[in-house]
Structures are given as structure tokens and as C-alpha cells.
């Protein structure tokens, strides 16, 4: 559903003067106090046009120094507003505060909008021309201008102008990828700060290609119809910044079990080993989860034949929409695809009795809200290959009316129909061996 704020009751309270607030006057205002207000917070030092010198370096387009920039305050500038920092409360009651870019290029440590202004300074120093941006947060409410208060405007984040046009970037989220913003301030109006015109302006949305999970498995299957082999899930954008996350104060153990969690949830049989999580605070590589895994009872068994679902990734996922009608409208954070590629040896002595591959999804029936392939063959006749490709919601927008749950709900059933299907293996009859 909707950010909780969009479908609840609730009174927001606050002190002003006694004046009626005229709205396009009142955001001018702010947007021009804000930008005198941050104005030293990204100064231009003799020490941050040396710095920037040698991380641009030999790169030339604008893009290239840009990528430069926001890698080096990702990478080399510690975030001391991040939980998984290793400081204690303590510890961070004791830094000295910023006052200026050249005080975190310093100290080589700084709070998420220390590390924000060093970005926009770096950026000025390399030519371009950077401001303070403020937007909304979609994961709490989707913001309206109508609503005259600076507090609903809860996100931050730094505008550069390329070429003609503004781009945005929020070096503070370390794992946020370069050429994205956070889901939350995705397809937002946005104030950029200005001293005499603050701009409104919408921010872009990241297409479900640059959040992806990369999933493959190389498998046997056994003739009680057991699954055993090895998991490897590389995650990207929205999706790798969630996991890391959710994992980059937990402890390894900790780790290990979220994901033994997880598989357990789809398959309770699973057995796993030789577990890896990978990359889990690295700002670059993506989240990744390797694993050995054996699911007893994977495939069922039928006198000579054998049932399996050769989609192990989608084995055991509930379908999504199961209420027969809707009171609030749908809501997907962010657009995502999936790539899965899956190998399963037989077991000796069987052969395949029924290979088919599902159908594709027309467009007319997704309105290019999903796109969902299946391929499935045979190498050697030995080894089930499959192949699946699935995005969901770009260049869609991502809230429908409940009016609109029936055909969603429908496509979501065609597309767990398809993850669902099934193959049959069969047992060769034996040979009569002559004397």
C-alpha cells in the first residue's frame, strides 16, 4: 500500500507567525535562506581545489569526474552518521565538528551531510555548479507543495547542473550507486536552492535494469527427488542497498542466519553449508550470497516419474495479491528485474518426458508492466538448462488506484503461474542383458 501517512488520519502542529502563507512565495523564501543558510558549508578552500585535482585526474567528461568525485567521498571519507561506522555513541559525542569541506577532506570523517557538502565543494572546485536539493520522502508520505512547511521536505541531497540539465547525487548513502538517488526520493519534486530563484524540478527514477538480482544454480537431482548443488545471488541498486543495509551491523553469524532464514522460508527442507556473504560493506561490489544447498523432497516422485519445478528461485514464493478486492491503492517502492540461470542434472536412468516452456506474457496483457521469459532446453540429454528474465514497473508509474487490483492481481497470478511450472522426468525402462 501507500506510505502509512498517505492512508491514515493524522494533525500536524506547528508555530508561526499569525499571516496567511502564500505557498510559491513561502518555498522561494526557504529555498533562498537555505542556500545562504549552507553557503560556507560548501566553501571552495585552497585545499579542496588541490584536492580535487588528484581525483579528477586524467578523466575528461563530465560524467568521468563526477563518478571520481562521489567515489572518493564514498570511499576515502568515513560516514560517522552510519550505524555500521564502529563508533559508539560515545565515541561520536567525543569528534569535533566540521565546520567546512576542508575540515572533513582533514579529518577524513564527517556526518552524512558533511560528506554531502564535501561533494557539492569538490564538484565547484571541478567547474560545475552544484546546490543543496531538498525533497520529500515517498518511504514516509508523497510530498505536496500545498502543504506549506519546511518539514515535509525531509530529504537532502546535492543538484549538479550537466550540461543542461540538473543531476542529482547522494554521496552520504554509501551504497547508493552513482547516478542514483534512494528510492524515497525518486520521482519527487524537488527545490534546488538558489540566492535569488530557488528551482523546482522532479527527480528521475531509475529504471528496473540498474536494480538487479543476478541469481544462478547449478544443481543434481537426485532419484528420491532430493536438489542439491550451488546458489550464487548478486544483487545491484535498490536491491544491493537493502541488503547491505539490513546486513552491515550484523555480526557474520547473524548474517548466516538471515540467509539460512530466508531459503528456509521458500523451502523448509533446505540444508545449507559453505555459506559466503560477500561485499557486505564494500560501496562498490555488489551484495552477494553464495551457497551449497540440499532440499529433500525437491521433485515428487510418482511410481516412475518425476515432478520438479525448475525455477528454484521462485520455488515455495507465495503469490503476492490473494484478497479478493482492494481498499487502498498499490504501491511499489521502485522498479527491479531479475535474471536467473539454472542448470539441474538428471538422475541416472531418466530421461525427460515432458519439457515445454511456458508461454511468454504478451504485452497487451502487461501494458508493459512486466516483462517475464522462460526458456527451457536440454544439453547433452543429460542437464535441464533454464533461463529466466523478469522486470517489473519503468517506465510505468509505480502507485495504481484500487480500481486497478483486478488486472494487476490477475497478472501477478499469470506470472506465479509461469515461475510455477512444473516438468516431467521419467524412468528409462531397464534392458535385458543377454548371456
Not at 522561494?28 to 578552500?45: H, L, N, P, T, W
Not at 523478469?390 to 484500487?402: D, K
Request: aromatic share 10%.
Amino acid at each position: 500500500m501507500p506510505p502509512e501517512d498517505e492512508v491514515r488520519a493524522w494533525m500536524f502542529l506547528y508555530s508561526t507567525e499569525d499571516v496567511k502563507l502564500e505557498t510559491e512565495k513561502y518555498w522561494k523564501d526557504y529555498g533562498k535562506s537555505v542556500f545562504a543558510a549552507i553557503r560556507d558549508e560548501m566553501k571552495v578552500s585552497g585545499e579542496v581545489k588541490t584536492a580535487v585535482a588528484g581525483i579528477v585526474g586524467d578523466a575528461s567528461t563530465p560524467e568521468e569526474k563526477l563518478h571520481r568525485i562521489y567515489d572518493f567521498c564514498r570511499l576515502k571519507i568515513k560516514n560517522t552518521s552510519d550505524d555500521a561506522s564502529g563508533l559508539s555513541l560515545d565515541e561520536k559525542s567525543k569528534l569535533k565538528e566540521n565546520k567546512s569541506p576542508a575540515d572533513t577532506l582533514k579529518n577524513g570523517r564527517g556526518t552524512g551531510g558533511n560528506i554531502d557538502m564535501l561533494f557539492a565543494a569538490l564538484a565547484k572546485a571541478a567547474g560545475f555548479d552544484a546546490r543543496l536539493a531538498l525533497s520529500g520522502n515517498r518511504a514516509d508520505m508523497l510530498f505536496d507543495r500545498s502543504l506549506v512547511n519546511s518539514t515535509f521536505l525531509g530529504s537532502s541531497f546535492i543538484a549538479v547542473m550537466v550540461g543542461d540539465k540538473w543531476e542529482f547525487f547522494s554521496p552520504a548513502e554509501m551504497y547508493t550507486p552513482f547516478g542514483m538517488l534512494g528510492w524515497p526520493e525518486e520521482a519527487q519534486e524537488a527545490l534546488i536552492t538558489d540566492p535569488k530563484d530557488p528551482i523546482w524540478t522532479k527527480t528521475g527514477q531509475a529504471p528496473a535494469e540498474k536494480s538487479v538480482a543476478k541469481r544462478s544454480g547449478k544443481f543434481r537431482l537426485l532419484e528420491d527427488g532430493t536438489l542439491e548443488g550451488d546458489v550464487r545471488i548478486e544483487y545491484t541498486g535498490h536491491l544491493d542497498y537493502e541488503k547491505k543495509e539490513f546486513n552491515d551491523d550484523d555480526s557474520p553469524a547473524q548474517r548466516e542466519e538471515t540467509l539460512r532464514d530466508m531459503v528456509k522460508a521458500q523451502m523448509s527442507t533446505a540444508e545449507l553449508s559453505d555459506m559466503r556473504i560477500e561485499n557486505v560493506t564494500d560501496p562498490l561490489k555488489p551484495f552477494t550470497y553464495a551457497y551449497h544447498v540440499r532440499v529433500p523432497g525437491y521433485a515428487q516422485r510418482t511410481g516412475k516419474r518425476l515432478f520438479i519445478q525448475p525455477e528454484y528461485f521462485e520455488h515455495g514464493v507465495p503469490i503476492v495479491f490473494t484478497a479478493s478486492d482492494r481498499k487502498q491503492s498499490i504501491y511499489f517502492n521502485y522498479a527491479w528485474s531479475e535474471d536467473d540461470d539454472i542448470e539441474i542434472a538428471f538422475p541416472s536412468g531418466y530421461a525427460l518426458d515432458n519439457a515445454d516452456a511456458p508461454a511468454p506474457i504478451p504485452p497487451e496483457t502487461t501494458q508493459q508492466l512486466v516483462g517475464q521469459s522462460m526458456k527451457i532446453a536440454v544439453a547433452d540429454g543429460r542437464t535441464l538448462l533454464v533461463r529466466r528474465k523478469l522486470f517489473f514497473g519503468w517506465p510505468q508509474p509505480l502507485m495504481f488506484a484500487a480500481k486497478s487490483y483486478d488486472p494487476i492481481k490477475e497478472l501477478f497470478e499469470l506470472v506465479h503461474q509461469h515461475d510455477n511450472h512444473t516438468i516431467t522426468l521419467k524412468q528409462a525402462a531397464a534392458t535385458a542383458v543377454r548371456n
